[in-house]
């Protein structure tokens, strides 16, 4: 296996980078492109968006030289496909991303139009730029930068879906029905953030999700407050009751028992290694609005960010909810409640274990029920792979820098899905950056970490074909 | 003091009664008409559907024979008033009503629309039918068929306002402004319910009210639960923290230390007799799901429902609040919480012991803020005054039977502010019945209580002019 310097010798590689790099304005505009679709795939209004996302996506790919590229139907929001098998005997690498994007409420937070692609201060501002247009689109370019030199070096199946927003609903079907065609030795996903600029990091561990919904129900009817109250048991009081007992807001610890029972301790060279990570602190602060982080006092904050649980309300609605006062005694109030997994967490279990626990804190007087809204298990990586010292390689040639390992906060169910009915282990090649404000107003993708990405992208290409890197990994070399 | 079947037999009255009578179907139209105007206060947009409602009302007045008919602004909504001054040596009663409607939302349990006056089973659907405006129809009607006949028998000052649903910001300063032109013997207000159709009631205490705004604000702008989650104190969790802690659920006793200090215990004697009124516990069951009832086990509940306070979650919202799952770590939550006061609270000195206790609750790393939107002081009524005996005796001639004395669970925030400003007592002569959907989908007012409400009105002036009725208040009676 060459060093990354070996491989930045690489000719083939080199052609391919002259390429992208001669291509920055075009590539932009290309993203841009994408970005003014407003693919908002949990708005029922937004479906033929989200279906415009994806004929875009599969023309880029037509363009990029890819072949067989297909819209295929699901009961929801279509799969593109599209492949370049060059050699069988060579490595072939799934990629995985998504074209759909989150709401964009509360829109009256964002600066400019979050379906308006802006630049300013050196970042494309709108909805999906990082999450996951952006970094789909990197990945695009360094196959058009490949196929408009020598080609590529690897094989390549693009699976880009438009339901990863809501939870991939119909991608363990399609990939099941897909699955000879799927074949491959290893995925590539870049829906992730790096450490910071210039300090790439691979993320080798994902949380896992349980999200519910919890719903109390009270009077047949909204009730005036003066006319019932005191005799009708309110369902808002009642959710508030029910939800302060899931957490313990003094500790930050999950109070559902059996929570943690399979929670795997974080190892001590785990530990220090997570220690030395260059975490910014300040941007952290800067996000949050409280630098010193709540939570769990036991563990530091990149812990509780990626390798503890957590449980967080989402959202609660109940009653009147506009301006000034309406004297209502709620029919109903609602919340949703989701719950980050470690390994080796197993969302269906915890479904039961808050459920059951939700009826045993439930008061009188009231309905409550649990809806499981949608889950997802928590990964962690082998690192010693060949992909993983591949995509090492590929930073250090993309941003000048060896990579940090990390664990990510986020849940990416598709990692769990792609090792279960694929085989294959993940390489999470990640773009972004921390302060991305995905899920949030104002969502940005900085321009040169577009490029860098381009770049790696590329660069990743070579370094698999060539076997990997050498690794600069001693925790994996330990195991 | 003539007794009811004197009072019965006066031909002036009988006039009258038989003028209202002839004209029912006009009543109703009329009716019908302010109702289909949507005078909704508390939404800025509906500001020129008060206007209107307002002058609606005024024109109204004219033609029922009021002189110095007129609509004065406030800073938001306008007063509108009338009088009928006969002899200054007769007594003078000012009646007080509001012609503003609450919101209508969740709309879609409408079975029609609200602004839409819709007749189903002998009542009339439409939002602020009951509350307030076909009550205050019944008192016009009365006064037009007193001044069709031989003219009122008293004098009369109306003052219809705009803003009761919102609080009346602007009616003390007006009232203030305007003491010297409304001073009158006795306030009467329609605005309340009789216990059941054919058992008319007096309404003797109302409750107060105490309404604020509980916010907790976190990070900076909405986060993604992935990345954050774990290390951010959530602003969801924190407000279902403080809320829980504000009533015990179980007993539905009040925790903020010193609520209860000023709370007048009930007497044995009225005990005793609020346990002899017949509750229709079968009609509170069919609105609110629970007949067995909720709440503080010391008290009955009639009790609960006119007598005790209360502390209600009146909406909750915070992060996302639509269909599906958002995993975003909320900004802020809201929650707006009412509690109802009973003699002798006083809302500003619960305002402060709730501030101070959601200070002493909340949890670190958010900040939490409570804001006072609106109170009302509590109003309990000398039962033995000729006002009083006058609205029973006309009860008995509009109903037909002698009416019981109740306590009423809402708030009229108008009956401390008349006693305050303008020195008088108030006559709560209430029209509506329990079910009628006040602040709720579906508000009704039923036709024959319309019907009996505007006879009622009628001999009400009879009787005040008589100088009472007899009385039948035996609790009263021992004061």
Same mark, same amino acid.
């Given at each position: 296996?060459?060093?990354p310097?070996?491989l930045?010798?690489?000719?083939?590689?080199?052609?391919?980078?002259?390429?992208?790099?001669?291509?920055?304005?075009?590539?932009?505009?290309?993203?841009?492109?994408?970005?003014?679709?407003?693919?908002?795939?949990?708005?029922?209004?937004?479906?033929?968006?989200?279906?415009?996302?994806?004929?875009?996506?599969? $023309?880029?790919?037509?363009?990029?030289?890819?072949?067989?590229?297909?819209?295929?139907?699901?009961?929801?929001? @279509?799969?593109?496909?599209?492949?370049?098998?060059?050699?069988?005997?060579?490595?072939?690498?799934?990629?995985?991303?998504?074209? =759909?994007?989150?709401?964009?409420?509360?829109?009256?937070?964002?600066?400019?139009?979050?379906?308006?692609?802006?630049?300013?201060?050196?970042?494309?501002?709108?909805?999906?730029?990082?999450?996951?247009?952006?970094?789909?689109?990197?990945?695009?370019?360094?196959?058009?930068?490949?196929?408009?030199?020598?080609?590529?070096?690897?094989?390549?199946?693009?699976?880009?879906?438009?339901?990863?927003?809501?939870?991939?609903?119909?991608?363990?079907?399609?990939?099941?029905?897909?699955?000879?065609?799927?074949?491959?030795?290893?995925?590539?996903?870049?829906?992730?953030?790096?450490?910071?600029?210039?300090?790439?990091?691979?993320? &080798?561990?994902?949380?896992?999700?349980?999200?519910?919904?919890?719903?109390?129900?009270?009077?047949?009817?909204?009730?005036?407050?003066?006319?019932?109250?005191?005799?009708?048991?309110?369902?808002?009081?009642?959710?508030?009751?029910?939800? =302060?007992?899931?957490?313990?807001?003094?500790?930050?610890?999950?109070?559902?028992?059996?929570?943690?029972?399979?929670?795997?301790?974080?190892?001590?060279?785990?530990?220090?290694?997570?220690?030395?990570?260059?975490?910014?602190?300040? $941007?952290?602060?800067?996000?949050?609005?409280?630098?010193?982080?709540?939570?769990?006092?036991?563990?530091?904050?990149?812990?509780?960010?990626?390798?503890? @649980?957590?449980?967080?309300?989402?959202?609660?609605?109940?009653?009147?909810?506009?301006?000034?006062?309406?004297?209502?005694?709620?029919?109903?109030?609602?919340?949703?409640?989701?719950?980050?997994?470690?390994?080796?967490?197993?969302?269906?279990?915890?479904?039961?274990?808050?459920?059951?626990?939700?009826?045993?804190?439930?008061?009188?007087?009231?309905?409550?029920?649990?809806?499981?809204?949608?889950?997802?298990?928590?990964?962690?990586?082998?690192?010693?792979?060949?992909?993983?010292r591949a995509a090492a390689a590929a930073y250090e040639i993309?941003?000048?820098?060896?990579?940090? &390992?990390?664990?990510?906060?986020?849940?990416?169910?598709?990692?769990?899905?792609?090792?279960?009915?694929?085989?294959?282990?993940?390489?999470?090649?990640?773009?972004?950056?921390?302060?991305?404000?995905?899920? $949030? @107003?104002?969502?940005?993708?900085?321009?040169?970490? &577009?490029?860098?990405?381009?770049?790696?992208?590329?660069a990743?290409?070579?370094a698999?074909?060539?076997?990997g890197g050498e690794?600069?990994?001693?925790?994996?070399?330990?195991?």
């Open positions: 296996m060459p060093t310097t070996a930045a010798a690489d000719p083939r590689l080199l052609a391919a980078l002259a390429a992208a790099r001669a291509d920055r304005a075009g590539a932009l505009a290309r993203l841009v492109e994408l970005l003014r679709i407003p693919s908002v795939s949990t708005v029922p209004e937004h479906a033929p968006d989200v279906r415009a996302a994806a004929e875009w996506v599969a $023309a880029r790919m037509r363009a990029a030289g890819l072949t067989g590229v297909r819209i295929d139907d699901t009961p929801r929001h @279509p799969v593109v496909y599209g492949e370049r098998i060059v050699d069988v005997s060579m490595p072939t690498v799934l990629i995985y991303g998504h074209y =759909d994007v989150q709401p964009v409420d509360p829109l009256d937070l964002w600066q400019t139009p979050p379906f308006e692609p802006t630049e300013r201060d050196g970042a494309l501002y709108a909805r999906g730029s990082s999450d996951d247009k952006g970094q789909v689109m990197a990945n695009l370019e360094a196959i058009a930068a490949w196929e408009a030199t020598g080609g590529l070096p690897v094989n390549v199946k693009l699976v880009i879906e438009g339901e990863e927003e809501i939870g991939s609903p119909n991608l363990d079907a399609w990939m099941r029905a897909h699955a000879h065609e799927l074949a491959a030795d290893v995925a590539l996903v870049s829906d992730t953030a790096i450490l910071a600029p210039g300090t790439p990091s691979i993320v &080798y561990a994902l949380r896992g999700l349980c999200y519910v919904e919890i719903e109390v129900e009270g009077p047949r009817r909204d009730l005036h407050s003066g006319q019932y109250g005191g005799a009708v048991a309110n369902p808002a009081n009642a959710l508030c009751h029910i939800v =302060d007992q899931l957490l313990d807001q003094a500790t930050g610890r999950i109070r559902i028992p059996g929570f943690y029972d399979r929670v795997r301790p974080i190892e001590p060279a785990e530990r220090a290694e997570l220690a030395r990570a260059p975490f910014d602190l300040g $941007a952290f602060g800067g996000a949050t609005g409280d630098a010193g982080g709540w939570g769990d006092a036991d563990y530091s904050i990149v812990e509780r960010l990626g390798a503890r @649980p957590t449980l967080d309300v989402n959202g609660l609605v109940s009653g009147w909810t506009g301006a000034g006062a309406k004297t209502v005694l709620p029919a109903k109030a609602l919340a949703k409640v989701s719950m980050r997994l470690v390994p080796d967490q197993d969302p269906d279990e915890i479904v039961a274990l808050i459920t059951d626990y939700v009826a045993t804190i439930a008061p009188p007087h009231v309905e409550v029920t649990v809806r499981n809204l949608h889950g997802a298990r928590p990964a962690l990586a082998d690192r010693d792979t060949a992909a993983i993309g941003f000048g820098q060896a990579p940090y &390992y990390m664990r990510e906060g986020g849940s990416i169910p598709v990692v769990a899905l792609m090792a279960d009915v694929l085989g294959i282990d993940t390489v999470l090649m990640g773009f972004g950056l921390p302060d991305d404000n995905l899920h $949030a @107003p104002n969502e940005r993708f900085v321009l040169d970490q &577009y490029e860098r990405g381009v770049d790696t992208a590329v990743f290409h070579a698999l074909a060539a076997g690794g600069d990994d001693p925790v994996a070399a330990r195991r």
